[in-house]
């Protein structure tokens, strides 16, 4: 049974499998350049519970600027990302490589212009949330 992008349990009481392209759904509007899909596997706003989903990026779509209260773990699936963090350089991540934000670390992450990006992200639920969303990444020449 697929569940949404709200109600993906983020500690189910028993095993609990999400196929491959099951409850895959459409990002909240206001978070990114553009539109991107991701399949919640773990969802939650309990303080101390993980949330964790799959995103998948089309060419040139970014995040906002955001941070999270307990950090947050990129893993790269496939493709060619970007990530910043405030303050620091843009950097070229490629699938295989993870990327730690630590928390309250304010950052951004997304697909280059010249290829689409997937990742798995996982970071933690602190005061109901775990994610802090702020304003869009300037362009201002560079990448992306």
Same mark, same amino acid.
């Given at each position: 049974?697929?569940?949404?992008?709200?109600?993906?349990?983020?500690?189910?009481?028993?095993?609990?499998?999400?196929?491959?392209?099951?409850?895959?759904?459409?990002?909240?509007?206001?978070?990114?350049?553009?539109?991107?899909?991701?399949?919640?596997? #773990?969802?939650?706003?309990?303080?101390?519970?993980?949330?964790?989903?799959?995103?998948?990026? %089309?060419?040139?779509?970014?995040? *906002?600027?955001?941070?999270?209260?307990?950090?947050? #773990?990129?893993?790269?699936?496939?493709?060619?990302?970007?990530?910043?963090? %405030?303050?620091?350089?843009?950097?070229?991540?490629?699938?295989?490589?993870?990327? &730690?934000?630590?928390? *309250?670390?304010?950052? &951004?992450?997304?697909?280059?212009?010249?290829?689409p990006f997937s990742y798995i992200s996982v970071q933690c639920v602190e005061d109901g949330t775990a994610v802090h969303w702020m304003e869009?990444?300037?362009?201002?020449?560079?990448?992306?």
């Amino acid at each position: 049974m697929s569940k949404s992008f709200e109600t993906a349990s983020a500690c189910p009481l028993e095993m609990t499998i999400r196929r491959a392209g099951e409850g895959i759904t459409r990002a909240p509007d206001g978070v990114a350049t553009g539109p991107f899909l991701v399949q919640m596997l #773990l969802s939650s706003r309990t303080d101390g519970e993980m949330t964790a989903m799959r995103a998948f990026v %089309d060419p040139g779509v970014v995040t *906002h600027w955001h941070s999270h209260p307990r950090g947050q #773990l990129l893993f790269v699936l496939d493709g060619v990302g970007l990530a910043q963090r %405030d303050g620091g350089d843009v950097i070229e991540i490629r699938a295989g490589d993870s990327v &730690w934000f630590a928390p *309250h670390e304010r950052h &951004w992450h997304g697909a280059t212009p010249a290829s689409p990006f997937s990742y798995i992200s996982v970071q933690c639920v602190e005061d109901g949330t775990a994610v802090h969303w702020m304003e869009p990444v300037a362009r201002t020449g560079e990448p992306p």
